[in-house]
């Protein structure tokens, strides 16, 4: 395997440089000996830097768990390490301005606790925050909402990305119960339900087998989910991963939704669920298709912007923003694929995550109204799952969202 040399050269340069510069302040602590341990120390980092760039990535069959743990380790050292730092250049330019040392020490001594925090949060986000599942009950107003269908109840699950827990059952467990506890009457899932391969899924399907809702488990595909993130032997291998997902879906009694459409009825009246396929930015491949779940000409018996009350399934929130909410009528988009960026800060109804400088929708609820004037709602569930880092920090908990449709003007 192709090791990526200039990227690994960089992170080395730039953590050497790290190094050397807080080990000079190390001797002023410790003196000789405690700057020997500490280089100890970071010469174990590198040696995790270089087995994690040196594991195969995307070979199928390929754990990416031992990766993952592995750089997560290196970046919460070196997260604390950049953080010391920074107070401590602070310290520094401020001795230099007010000429005097006096700012010296206390700045290292605050960069030092500060950088232990940082590394502490990085931990609490793994073995604390990525657990603990959080339900948000969010209500959706529709005027087109049938009357039978107030107070219809959706639970919507994302981005489950069971391969980062190996083996580990329990999380997926917990969050199972938790969802049938609603007693919804569906309920969603809007992708990623694996990271590279389909063979992730393998020790929990029958756990996810027990989902349960009245009226049934729909699911559309995430950009996670077709294999594109490992290398194939050939295409008919890649193909053979796609349909084995599809098949483990239909085992688990979830009904995947690929570029499809159907009506969920309660008395008299109905609704209709679209789902598609994953619905790729640039470089990313296309496989979402509305035009196929159901078509945009008006003379079609369904369309679009026909009359009924609508909810799409669509993995990528940005399919919303750039069509669904200027082309169609469609009352409510559920997607995912933000996972807030795995971090997030609260406060009331303020939030704030990094998620916003790629996604203008990252998390929660948004309204829109279409170019004929109709309005088109859109929520996007921050996922439950985590990849690239086996953490989730701050507010950013593991989501389970309970949506109840409301008939009145949409808010």
Known sequence: MRIPILPLVFLFIVSFLLDLYISLDVKKVWRKRGVFTYWIISGLCYALLIVAISLPRRDTGAD???IMWLLFTYMSIYIGKIAYFLVSILGRVLSA?????????????????LGVAFTAI????????RHHLMVVNQDVYSEKLPESFENFKIVQISDLHVGTWGEDTSFLESLVEKANSQNADIIVFTGDIVNRETGEIQPFIDVLKGLHAKNGVYSVLGNHDYGDYADWENAEARAENNRQLAEHQKNMGWHLMNNESLFISNGKDSIMLIGIENWGEPPFPQYGNLEVALPSDYASKHHQNDSTFKILLSHNPEHWNREVSKKT???????????AMQAMLKLGNWKWSPAKYRYEQWGGKFLRKNENGEATQLY????????????????????ITVITLKRGEPR
């Open 329 to 339: 009528n469609i009352d409510l988009t559920l997607s995912g694929h933000t996972h």
């Open 380 to 399: 996007v569930n921050i996922g439950a799952g985590a990849v690239g880092m086996p953490a989730r920090f701050m507010g950013a908990y593991p989501e």
């Open 122 to 129: 990085m931990w609490i986000g793994t073995g604390y925050t």
């Open 64 to 66: 990416l768990s031992a």
């Open 97 to 113: 301005v007010f000429r005097t040392p006096a700012f010296n020490m206390p700045f290292r001594w605050i960069g030092f606790f």
